[in-house]
T-cell receptor, first 118, second 107 residues
Framework: DVKVTQSSRYLVKRTGEKVFLECVQDMDHENMFWYRQDPGLGLRLIYF???????EKGDIPEGYSVSREKKERFSLILESASTNQTSMYLC?????????????????FGPGTRLLVL | DAKTTQPNSMESNEEEPVHLPCNHSTISGTDYIHWYRQLPSQGPEYVIHGLTSNVNNRMASLAIAEDRKSSTLILHRATLRDAAVYYCIRSWGKLQFGAGTQVVVTP
């Protein structure tokens, strides 16, 4: 079974802090994704990566950056946390080998990190 | 438009089948239909996907209309653990999660 783990289930940070959310997958998947989920807005794609050191912006990249130094690990960074970044953050991975299909193929999600920014 | 249309909620008794409808009238020929579900306080979980033919796996069955403008996810015998939000997604460009259908299972 595919396993996607996220470093924390719950996180409380203060406005202006730098926040790191870590995601690790154990299935040698090429592609990894970061989403945020908010009531009434569904899941929104922040960034994704189809290879090590490669990244692509999703729908809402502002205020976020990402890092993928190793294939199994994808980090989401909030450079200066703000209260409107309070949300559930979900990491996912997929095995699509063709770059153009990365976003269309089955994705496997982690349990999520619920971030509260005070 | 990559959106799909699902009922907001459905209720079922335990041990009974659940049929979850989804409309995707603007689907193109290369789009897959994916279903995910999300249990409370969990990330979404892949359920099943298909293109044209009906599909079965250990979790559910997917029945796709001949014109592909609609599909139905079938949970054959609902259990309390099947209570979740079920998302029908058309893979147009990317997976877009809408509001989904909240499934309530009553003992």
């Amino acid at each position: 079974d595919v396993k996607v783990t996220q470093s924390s289930r719950y996180l409380v940070k203060r406005t202006g802090e730098k926040v790191f959310l870590e995601c690790v997958q154990d299935m040698d998947h090429e592609n990894m994704f970061w989403y945020r989920q908010d009531p009434g807005l569904g899941l929104r794609l922040i960034y994704f990566s189809y290879d090590v050191k490669m990244k692509e912006k999703g729908d809402i990249p502002e205020g976020y950056s990402v890092s993928r130094e190793k294939k199994e690990r994808f980090s989401l960074i909030l450079e200066s946390a703000s209260t409107n970044q309070t949300s559930m953050y979900l990491c996912a991975s997929s095995s699509a080998k063709v770059q153009g299909r990365a976003l269309r193929e089955t994705q496997y999600f982690g349990p999520g990190t619920r971030l509260l920014v005070l | 438009d990559a959106k799909t249309t699902q009922p907001n909620s459905m209720e079922s008794n335990e041990e009974e089948p659940v049929h979850l409808p989804c409309n995707h009238s603007t689907i193109s020929g290369t789009d897959y239909i994916h279903w995910y579900r999300q249990l409370p306080s969990q990330g979404p979980e892949y359920v099943i996907h298909g293109l044209t033919s009906n599909v079965n796996n250990r979790m559910a069955s997917l029945a796709i209309a001949e014109d592909r403008k609609s599909s139905t996810l079938i949970l054959h015998r609902a259990t309390l653990r099947d209570a979740a939000v079920y998302y029908c997604i058309r893979s147009w460009g990317k997976l877009q999660f809408g509001a989904g259908t909240q499934v309530v299972v009553t003992p």
